[in-house]
């Protein structure tokens, strides 16, 4: 049999937090398989994190990170170094992931090699390229270069068929991030920091924070710590956890805002496992991530998302997520809706979730395997129930 080489190339904490289940299922097929792993290290320390949790030891790390890069720069080292790696190695198929800078240019470099793509998580949109920024953008580029879009939910596929993308490569497989969470949520966790502990055995109430994105940065991040800081005044037995992202700009916005509340904690970022298991005891998360909307509804724990849109459109029509935006009084009004209206909170706690139910890495293997002549199976698409 005529193995492939499939590379996958990833970057980011969260492109390898969804790209770790793609890698183990590879190589569980090593019979068909050759799995070569390519990390730029566009994130460094929280991308390490991740790679001790999945036991994935990159072939080839770029490490490219580097203080105040800029955009273009970051772009420059990530196609020049990609590209010396598919020069020698000339694998038959490089996977992606995401919306990354990693991914987008990871595309072009396969692209100009004449090396065919596929995209994990495609097809997600808000059709507005400033939102996220430059991510938005960074799905489009890499729609327009992919041979096999494997995308996360229906909508996702329609987004890609108003693109005029071939129907025939487009295959709704669910989302691989709650794939990933088989292997890191335990059941007795004991966190490696001990306020969360500590927080945990009393059995508090934890609102989870998360704040980071670009379009958000300044006065946007001050309306949303400032919603904190009053439902963190009217609710205090609750514990609001704030994990900052290490970005000064975000550290700046939100600090001297929240720093001597008594139950608001502004902690450094948690490795992956103390988060998810974080994410799996929380109360209520308020959040600009995109990947914590999809891991958010697996716990049945409501999401309030702290922009104005969002390319995960499903999460709000199946009422896992609610659009909230970065004016204080609207997050302030629809978080206490959730925690004084049982009825309300019960409604979002119990919802769809429209991402995944574990399988998304099987499905995508067995399609890589249609795609190379090795089987004619059918592969059932993910439907959420």
Known sequence: MNRKKIAVIFGTRPDTIKMAPIILELQKNAEYFDVLTIATAQHR????????????????DLDIMAPKQTLASLTAKI????????????????????????????SLAAFYRQIPVGHIEAGLRTNDKANPFPEEINRRITGCITDLHFAPTNTSRKSLLLENVDPKTIFVTGNTVVDALKYSVIEKYQFTIPILNEIADKKKKVVLVTMHRRENWGKPMEGAASAIKRLAQKFPDFRFIFPMHLNPIVREAVKPILKNMPNVFLIEPLD???????????????????????????????????????????????????????EEETIYTAALKLIEDE????????AVNPYGDGLSSFRTIKIIKNYFGFSNEVVDEFIPR
């Open 45 to 60: 320390q929280m991308l390490d994190q991740v790679l001790e949790v999945f036991k994935i030891k990159p072939n080839y």
């Open 79 to 106: 196609i020049t170094g990609i590209d010396e790696v598919l020069e020698k190695e000339k694998p038959d198929m490089v996977l992606v992931q995401g919306d990354t800078s990693t991914t987008c240019i990871g």
């Open 272 to 326: 992956y496992l103390d988060f998810v298991n974080l994410m799996a005891k929380s109360y209520l998360i308020l959040t600009d991530s995109g990947g914590v909307q999809e891991e958010g509804p697996h716990f049945g724990v409501p999401i309030l998302v702290l922009r104005y849109v969002t390319e995960r459109p499903d999460a709000v029509d199946y009422g896992t997520v609610k659009l909230v935006g970065l």
């Open 343 to 350: 009825e309300e909170y019960k409604k979002m706690a119990n």
